[in-house]
């Protein structure tokens, strides 16, 4: 069942802009990928980026082509940077957002007592990191509760802000396991109210949507190059606010490219958010991030949310009038994942199924979300995300292979 195309899709982009930009990535020409919020598929921009370098690497010598290649990773920097509407001396590259995000709570200065308050929704690593600050160091955590609607209740978090007065507050903008929006500005607006540390989990968001730190009110954003972003695996980076510096705020353990040891006793912090940063990089997956920040800023971050969206919502109806199928979205705002449960049906073997059928999809259990599948009465999901170079005939192609799947 076909949802009808909106307006806002077909003004977006031109049937020759999606043209191109499929022409653009070499992925395409087998499958249908549909995996984005997993990783999605490099355009040839970025895969030239990371295959010269290296190659440089392999003519040159490692140390050697990271000299050469100085100027172009100072501009990834700054391309990096401008995705999330910040300068690139607040910007510390990382190994992946689960890196950046840890990094950033190792800063923060807990004690005994503290509050560390999140959402029901946050990411799992997070949540198990959470818990390993409760047993460590005897951090309370307090998650508030979703609003009727879905996500986190605003109301309930300005309570928490206002009168536990947590040492930080952590929210994930999209959850991996859901399509929901978290209103992460709105929070940024309480923390700032009253000077609480706010640290924001970026993954599912960076490349899929337009995202400004600034209005946003947080201290820390943590994100991954190899979603939405369309960047290599094994790339991230976190933002830091001026405030974290300002403080003096540094990660448990700085390492030399983060600060100077000046003395035998003594270290210096470096001044800008290298200080969060380690001395060995893959430096050909730093020149693909900023390379895929380049390639979305080009085509126009709101141009690319406001299509992925749409898609997204014409999946989900189509979904919903297959037989046994349970479309588990649920948020006043919904973005580019769609997440379903099929009964009787476990979720890895329709990814398996839909792969077969050279369908990229891919599946969830309940340890990945445990608050929110319990929530549900589902032991996990099929994730489908599509992205803005997707179209109506790869809609078309995964609604016909689960027919044909779950009629089997």
């Given at each position: 069942m076909k949802a009808p195309a909106?307006?806002?899709?077909?003004?977006?982009?031109?049937?020759?802009e999606i043209a191109r930009y499929r022409s653009e990535t070499p992925g395409l020409v087998n499958r249908v990928h549909l995996n984005n919020a997993g990783a999605s598929l490099m355009p040839t921009v970025v895969l030239d980026s990371v295959v010269g370098h290296i190659k440089l690497e392999a003519e040159i010598g490692g140390y050697e082509a990271a000299d050469a290649a100085a100027e172009s990773i100072r501009e990834a920097y700054e391309d990096t940077a401008h995705m999330v509407g910040a300068s690139a001396d607040r910007i510390a590259m990382?190994?992946?957002?689960t890196a950046s995000f840890v990094s950033a709570l190792s800063a923060v200065p807990f004690q005994s007592g503290d509050v560390l308050a999140t959402t029901r929704q946050d990411y799992v690593s997070n949540q198990i990191q959470y818990l390993s600050l409760a047993e460590r160091f005897g951090v309370e955590v307090v998650r508030v509760p979703d609003a009727p609607e879905g996500g986190v209740d605003l109301g309930a978090m300005e309570e928490v802000v206002h009168r536990r007065g947590p040492r930080l507050v952590a929210v994930t903008h999209m959850p991996t396991n859901s399509g929901l929006v978290q209103?992460?500005?709105?929070?940024?607006?309480?923390?700032?109210?009253?000077?609480?540390?706010?640290?924001?989990?970026?993954?599912?968001?960076?490349?899929?949507?337009?995202?400004?730190?600034?209005a946003m009110g947080c201290d820390f954003f943590s994100a991954t190059s190899r979603k939405y972003m369309r960047g290599p695996r094994g790339a991230g980076f976190l933002y830091v606010?001026?405030?974290?510096?300002?403080?003096?705020?540094?990660?448990l353990f700085p390492d030399m490219r983060g600060a100077d040891w000046i003395?035998?006793?003594?270290?210096?912090?470096?001044p800008d958010a290298r200080r969060f940063e380690?001395?060995?990089?893959?430096?050909?997956?730093?020149?693909?991030?900023?390379?895929?920040?380049?390639?979305?800023r080009m085509i126009g971050l709101d141009r690319i949310h406001a299509r992925a969206r749409s898609?997204?919502?014409?999946?989900?109806?189509?979904?919903?009038?297959?037989?046994?199928?349970?479309?588990?979205?649920?948020?006043?705002?919904?973005?580019?994942t769609v997440t379903a449960a099929f009964e009787g049906r476990e979720p890895a073997s329709l990814v398996y199924e839909l792969r077969r059928r050279g369908i990229n999809t891919s599946s969830q259990t309940r340890v990945d979300a445990v608050i929110d599948y319990d929530e549900k009465g589902v032991d996990g999901s099929l994730r489908i995300s599509p992205?803005?170079?997707?179209?109506?005939?790869?809609?078309?192609?995964?609604?016909?292979?689960?027919r044909e799947i779950l009629v089997a």
């Open positions: 909106t307006d806002e899709v077909g003004s977006s982009f031109s049937p020759e990382t190994e992946h957002a209103d992460v500005y709105a929070v940024g607006a309480m923390c700032r109210d009253r000077d609480v540390l706010y640290l924001v989990d970026g993954c599912q968001s960076v490349g899929q949507m337009p995202v400004d730190v600034e606010s001026d405030r974290v510096l300002d403080l003096g705020l540094q990660p003395h035998s006793d003594l270290y210096q912090l470096a380690t001395w060995e990089y893959a430096w050909a997956l730093i020149l693909g991030t900023g390379a895929a920040a380049r390639y979305a898609l997204a919502a014409q999946l989900r109806h189509r979904l919903s009038a297959l037989d046994g199928a349970q479309v588990l979205d649920r948020g006043a705002e919904l973005g580019a992205h803005y170079f997707n179209t109506d005939d790869d809609l078309d192609a995964v609604e016909g292979a689960l």
